[in-house]
């Protein structure tokens, strides 16, 4: 069974401090992706790789980086934590395939909270 | 750009009820169109998808979805509602970005299940 592992799926951290979520996949997929998840605003991309050492940015990469030094591994971090950083952060990768059409495999969220 | 919309932001059901989750999107070649479910604290897990052929297809939990090019619409069904179908639901549109597809999402609808 495919699976997307995100490896902690809650986390309190304090402002100023720095986040790393972490995020493996075992399919081999060349794509990864972190969205960001917040109520009535859906889901909104942060950043995506789809190579080893590559990354884009998605529609809101302020105040988030990321690395992919492994192709199955792909890591959001949060330098300086916000509070306005509060969400659900959700991995998920693909592959671009003969069949690429864009579906997304999902790790189960890491849900943070910035005191 | 591509863009989907999920009119209804909210819907409550009886159990036992039809269902009918609307979704409206803008692309302007032939799309790859998804619908996502995420249960309370979850990641999102697919139940269906259109690619090509047959415009009415089936997805998992008994649900249905029904692609009209001439409305732009993909609506979710199902005849029956479960009080498990309780959920969140995501309509997603494949878009050629940044050299392979990638996925926008509506902003999504929470069903509530009134036992």
């Known amino acids: 069974d495919v699976k997307v592992t995100q490896s902690s799926r809650y986390l309190v951290k304090r402002t100023g401090e720095k986040v790393f979520l972490e995020c493996v996949q075992d399919?081999?997929?060349?794509?990864m992706f972190w969205y960001r998840q917040d109520p009535g605003l859906g889901l909104r991309l942060i950043y995506f790789?789809?190579?080893?050492?590559?990354?884009e940015k998605g529609d809101i990469p302020e105040g988030y980086s990321v690395s992919r030094e492994k192709k199955e591994r792909f890591s959001l971090i949060l330098e300086s934590a916000s509070t306005n950083q509060t969400s659900m952060y959700l991995c998920a990768s693909s592959s671009p395939g003969a069949t690429n059409t864009g579906e997304l495999f999902f790790g189960e969220g890491s849900r943070l909270t910035v005191l | 750009a591509q863009s989907v919309t999920q009119p209804d932001i909210h819907i409550t059901v009886s159990e036992g009820a039809s269902l009918e989750l609307r979704c409206n999107y803008s692309y302007g070649a032939t799309p790859y169109l998804f619908w996502y479910v995420q249960s309370p604290g979850q990641g999102l897990q697919l139940l269906l998808k259109?690619?090509?052929?047959?415009?009415l297809v089936q997805g998992i939990k008994g649900f249905e979805a029904e692609f009209k090019r001439s409305q732009s619409s993909f609506n979710l069904r199902k005849p029956s509602v479960h009080w498990s179908d309780a959920a969140e639901y995501f309509c997603?549109?494949?878009?050629?970005?940044?050299?392979?597809?990638?996925?926008?999402f509506g902003k999504g609808t929470k069903l509530s299940v009134i036992p």
């Open positions: 790789s789809y190579d080893v050492k590559m990354k």
């Open positions: 259109y690619f090509s052929g047959d415009t």
């Open positions: 399919m081999d997929h060349e794509n």
């Open positions: 997603a549109v494949g878009a050629l970005w940044a050299g392979s597809y990638q996925l926008t």
